[in-house]
């Protein structure tokens, strides 16, 4: 059996300490780690004692890692696990760190697309949100029941500020400036047709 001759605290990083069995260094390993295991020099210790207090450790640096990703803006489940793969933990670790995420309630993607919708509502369509939602890795369930049948009723607002901003655009414009905005046709044409007066000039042959 191994024994522990040393445990030193690491300069650059002074949450962690650095594992010294038998005269050589094993591991770093976080300090609630070791602490909350009990290690001390002099422990004898099996190598499956070791990857458990290895494992606490990676997961105790997996969540302290994933709670400061949270800590600047709210993400999706999907966002995190990418992030955690991205800093170099294992598949086992981080579906642990997500599900501790998840107990936590510091991960929703149901309250994260609700509030995104929320959010880029003002600027944007169904179609495009929908897009971004996917990317981030938000159930399609959750997208259709939230977006659902909604009116996009900030669509007039959008175009008239284009307008505003466009004197020259014509229909032709607007309704490439809105499909790019991830409107749907439905909604574009509607919107193009109550605004009609609003052009300086129109396109009324414009094929769609």
């Known amino acids: ?21 038998d ?13 909350s295991s009990r290690l001390k020099i002099g422990d004898e210790i099996t190598a499956d004692e070791l990857k458990r207090v290895v494992e606490k450790s990676e997961l105790n640096s997996a969540f302290e ?17 990418r992030y955690l793969a991205d800093k170099g933990y294992d598949k086992n670790i981080i579906e642990q760190t997500v599900a501790k ?40 369930e959750i997208i259709d029941e ?7 009723d900030n669509i007039i607002e959008i175009a008239n500020k284009y307008l505003k901003s466009h004197k ?12 790019g905005r991830g409107f749907s046709w439905d909604s574009i044409n509607g919107a193009v047709s109550q605004l009609s007066g609003a052009f300086e000039t129109i396109n009324d042959d414009y094929d769609e």
Request: charged content about 30%; overall charge positive; proline content about 2%.
């Open 101 to 140: 995420l998840d107990a936590y309630h510091y991960i929703d993607d149901y309250l994260y697309a609700q509030s995104y919708i929320k959010s880029k509502s003002k600027k944007y369509g169904a179609f495009r949100i929908s897009a971004e939602l996917r990317q981030k890795g938000i159930a399609q």
């Open 1 to 21: 059996m191994a024994k522990i001759t040393d445990i030193q605290k690491q300069k650059r990083n002074k949450t962690r300490v650095s594992i010294f069995i």
């Open 23 to 35: 005269g050589e260094f094993v591991c770093g390993l976080d300090e609630v780690a070791v602490a």
């Open 65 to 81: 890692r994933a709670v400061g990703y949270l800590s600047a803006s709210p993400r999706a489940k999907k966002e995190i696990m």
């Open 146 to 152: 939230l977006q659902g049948d909604a009116p996009e």
């Open 168 to 179: 020259s655009a014509d229909k032709q414009k607007l309704k490439r400036f809105l499909a």
